[in-house]
């Protein structure tokens, strides 16, 4: 299957989505509370109506869905039978999905997650699944070379808006190599080195390896999530986004707090201006719950969706 | 329920088992080449054949059950439809099952995963599951405080063996407080301040919920994984999991390269002169395909998992 085949990179769908219908991932999240907002049951048919209404309202509406894997697992076998059946709804009417799963594993148990979600025939194949490195990006191979091979897609938590994350987040490591500045940094026998952040080493570890595929089936496949908090890119312990040549997932819009400013104020305009560069993007902004609570109906949803896509391209 | 009613302490049942049988848990690991040498197809029936034949032939033989999720989860909701029924088998027969799924989340979005496994209606529910704490310990909270109020466990990553692990779990943070030494320690005007390695940092958030809830149905509920590498615990830069107050899953034997002296060597006996001193523990090596080889005949894996205790315990 080449580059310009019958499947293209994930990132060149993802893109092409973004200039149709705007930057908005929506939530696929089946909490309790929606479900009886909506007159469903917390059961598993309940939360498929929900889940196949959110795909049937949206899709050719919104660049991408982000169905929250924990909320289907809870019911078990029949809820992730659910979530089977809403991804091959997204994936018929043309929809892009990211199963937002945060999986991480070594070795042939990797591979397995990786298979899961983004192997051609599996019952769960998504376009993209999210990935948590705290055994570390390498460890996480089988799914970025799946997802090269596949044309899909992967975004690795890198640095997250919830407080308790900082302490292994912001923690540091030495590296060989110049740049930094004291007292973060040192000179010895063998050269310069100098310490970065976790967070940052997740990033460079997804911007080699899009270096390493880029133009070809897997150009960008390698996608980071940065939550929406101020601070989070800048010259001042921010993270240096402009190598990651990937997509950026940016949870935090809506119900967590942030707005559509904040990811203009974040990681700035899309295009050769903003904190990426002009070989990195397209920023996603997540939202769900302020745009599953206009739901069920269907205008109100797709309403939902036009004024918050608006207010971010605005 | 009381700590002495119907249910008590993971931990209580897990030393316990360990008393009955060994140490040692065994993994449930549907690996494809494992399915053919035991005469099974790598689909869902072959899985729920495997998984549910691992249980008829140990439960009752060994301290616990560790089926590894992604193995079940590449087949989709068929896949976690036989690792519930497999589940089932073990809590029939009073054997201990520990899920390891590695999930890791935030709000409520981790309540939903703790709810999928540690729920006392769940139908994944397992006695103890695997997390991984990318987000941060704290952001586990759901999970380790669902655990405490049913009598289940966790068990959360801390150190692991793979070497793609080192860039975040040994990372360092400075905390403040008396203890290490220079340069990795500061005296500044708000007192000592030294540097803590993130591995290091889950084990002492581990410690602290353990010393919150000791003596109750929480007691020892929070446990680690810590990985069989010589020079895990010791003197230069060790892990102390002297306060930790919990057991620890131990991966790495046979098939990763561990032997049962390496567990003697890095965790030292069990009692007062174990790495992990009286109030901790039981600490429980994992075996799967040096056992599972064995199969599926019944007598030839009791054979194994007889031989592999009492080479951890002799």
Redesign the interface.
């Known amino acids: 299957m080449s580059p310009t085949g019958p499947r293209a990179a994930f990132r060149t769908r993802l893109r092409e989505a973004v200039e149709a219908h705007g930057p908005l991932c929506v939530g696929i999240?089946p909490?309790p509370g929606l479900l009886s907002a909506w007159g469903l049951d917390a059961d598993p048919a309940g939360v498929e109506r929900f889940a196949r209404g959110v795909v049937e309202a949206l899709a050719g509406h919104v660049a991408l869905f982000k169905p929250?894997v924990?909320?289907f697992?809870?019911?078990?076998?029949?809820g992730?039978?659910a979530?089977?059946r809403a991804l091959a709804d997204a994936r018929e009417a043309g929809a892009l999905t990211l199963a937002?799963a945060?999986?991480?594993?070594?070795?042939?148990?990797?591979a397995?997650?990786a298979?899961?979600w983004l192997?051609d025939d599996?019952?769960?194949a998504a376009d993209a699944v999210t990935l948590?490195?705290?055994?570390?990006?390498?460890?996480l191979a089988p799914a970025l070379d799946l997802a090269v091979a596949t044309g899909r897609g992967v975004f690795v938590?890198a640095r997250?808006s919830?407080?308790?994350?900082?302490?292994?987040?912001?923690?540091?490591?030495w590296v060989a190599g110049p740049g930094g500045s004291p007292p973060d940094t040192q000179r010895s026998g063998a050269g310069h080195r100098r310490m970065r952040?976790?967070a940052q080493?997740v990033v460079d570890a997804l911007a080699d390896h899009n270096a390493a595929h880029a133009g070809g089936l897997g150009d960008g496949s390698a996608g980071a999530v940065v939550g929406l908090t101020r601070g989070t890119t800048g010259r001042d312990h921010g993270l240096d986004l402009a190598a990651l040549g990937g997509p950026v997932l940016v949870p935090g819009l809506g119900a967590q707090g942030g707005t559509p400013a904040d990811v203009a104020a974040v990681f700035g305009a899309s295009g050769p201006s903003g904190a990426l560069g002009e070989a990195g993007g397209p920023v996603v902004p997540v939202s769900a719950r302020e745009v599953l609570t206009a739901g069920p109906d269907h205008g109100a949803l797709r309403a939902a969706v036009g004024a918050l896509n608006g207010s971010l391209t605005g």
Chains 1, 2 share one sequence.
């Open positions: 999240d909490h929250q924990a909320l697992e809870v019911y078990g076998s029949a992730l039978g979530l089977e937002d945060k999986r991480g594993d070594i070795g042939s148990t990797m397995g997650y298979r899961a192997g599996a019952p769960l948590s490195p705290y055994l570390g990006v390498g460890a938590l997250t919830n407080p308790e994350a900082s302490g292994v987040q912001s923690a540091q490591a952040e976790v080493s």
